[in-house]
């Protein structure tokens, strides 16, 4: 990054950059403490692992199928007007679970329910969020505004966690997280609509199946891009353990709402201090490298959370784990949103959304199963297992990605990808 860390703070200048990064980091706050929440109102009410699994899955499925049809809308429509719906509807759902929880009897399909629309909200807000930021910022500020925005949306989501456990524990009640949490999306909202981005030059092709996969044929065609993003995707599938932390701060560590707070927060404290440095401090050789060792460790710390009986060593744990992952992230964020056309973006941004939600949602359902069939502590352990095989695999699958220097010489197959240093 040309100016040095003067010049990665200077993108703040841009009010509406400062703005869209107020509205993420409110609306990362609100989800992450929505999830504290649901984990925890859920396994009070069934104290079954395999329901939690449910959780992923009833987000995933829905953002899943309507990603590419989110991300062809981000390519056609204003993306403002897109993330302005989707908080808006983030909002009214944080609004019927406090519904729900305020009932004698909360029923747990209807959680299901309502995180179905959670899905479909974040299929199109996904890729509108990352394909706007473009428009927010110059040019030159492109590659820090990525870096600061990874950041401080894992910052929001150590904070975000913490605060749902807190709040939980103090009120001893659900509906008091979920009316915060709609309170946050409403303060998203206002921030979105307050935003005047520079207009794009509207180039825009009839709605056809060919330009609803063109994302997926441009990373499928890109051994780097598509070697980034399934790493990351199979690692995480395997080797997270989220969707069983109620699990493990009951019933293996023996504490409270709190605990589960703490725990959530600690991969992100991790990632948010990682990503704050390569904000400032941007990998600038053997990117490719150190994101497989950064892999590997991953795998390495999912294994000693598993086995951990104590609370300190465990938070330990999942923050070197959500530091190691952040490097991952460093990387596939530069490839996938800096080394694709804007008139794309927003397509291969929902590609990238996909393998993103695969790996924390259907992960998580894969966790629960697991636990379910194998036990919980057992289960974690493989999962931290294959991880550490899959960087062996992928090392060798995609000798390109290993082989990688600087992110700036990296080159497409149609073009030279217009990598900044950081990410």
């Known amino acids: 990054m040309p ?43 069934t104290r079954r692992p395999l329901d939690l699994a449910w959780v992923g899955l009833a987000q995933f499925l829905p953002a899943a199928c309507l990603s590419l049809a989110g991300g062809h809308a981000s390519d ?43 899905g479909v909200a974040r299929a199109f807000a996904g890729p509108a969020s990352q394909s706007i930021v473009p428009a927010l910022v110059s040019p030159e500020h492109f590659g820090s505004a990525v870096a600061w925005g990874s950041s401080l949306w894992q910052a ?13 524990a103090v009120t001893g009640h659900a509906e008091a997280v979920y009316g915060l949490a709609a309170c946050c999306s409403v303060s998203a909202l206002a921030l979105v609509a307050a935003m005047r981005p520079t207009p794009r030059i509207e180039r825009r092709t009839p ?24 790493l990351d995707l199979f690692a995480v599938l395997l080797g997270g353990a989220t969707a069983l932390l109620p699990v493990y701060a009951r ?33 600038e050789r053997r990117a ?15 294994v ?42 927003g397509r291969v941004s929902a590609v990238n959304m996909v393998f993103i939600g695969a790996s924390n949602e259907l992960g998580e359902f894969e966790s629960g199963l697991a636990a379910q069939w194998l036990g919980v502590v057992p289960s974690v352990v493989l999962g931290g297992i294959g991880t550490i095989a899959v960087v062996a695999i992928w090392a060798w699958r995609f000798p390109e990605l290993r082989r990688v220097d600087r992110l700036g010489d990296v080159q497409s197959k149609d073009a030279v990808l217009f990598v900044a240093s950081p990410k």
């Open 251 to 283: 019933d293996i560590l023996h504490l409270g709402p709190w605990a589960l707070g703490f725990l959530r927060s600690a991969p992100a404290v991790g990632a948010a201090t990682t990503g704050f440095a390569l904000a400032l401090r941007p990998i």
């Open 76 to 118: 056609r429509f204003e993306r403002r007007r897109i993330l302005m719906a989707c908080y808006a509807a983030t909002a009214a759902l944080s609004a019927t679970l406090f519904a729900f929880a305020r009932q004698a009897e909360p029923r747990v399909s209807s959680i299901y329910t309502v995180l179905v629309g959670v």
């Open 207 to 230: 709605a056809s199946l060919k330009s609803l996969f063109a994302g997926v044929r441009y990373v499928r065609e890109n051994q780097v891009v598509l070697g980034a993003i399934s």
């Open 3 to 45: 100016g040095g860390q003067t010049a990665g703070w200077a993108v703040f200048r841009h009010r509406d950059f400062s703005r869209f990064q107020g509205a993420r980091v409110l609306s990362v706050l609100g989800v992450q403490m929505q999830n504290v929440a649901i984990g925890w109102q859920i396994y009070t009410i």
């Open 288 to 302: 490719g490298a150190k994101m497989f060792a950064c892999v590997a460790l991953f795998g390495i710390a999912t």
């Open 156 to 168: 929001a989501t150590v904070v975000g966690p913490t605060l749902g456990g807190v709040a939980f």
């Open 304 to 345: 000693a959370f598993a086995v951990s009986r104590n609370f300190w060593l465990s938070l330990s744990a999942l923050v070197v784990l959500g530091a190691a992952d952040m490097v991952s992230v460093f990387v596939r964020s530069a490839l996938v949103q800096l080394a694709t056309p804007d008139t794309m973006r």
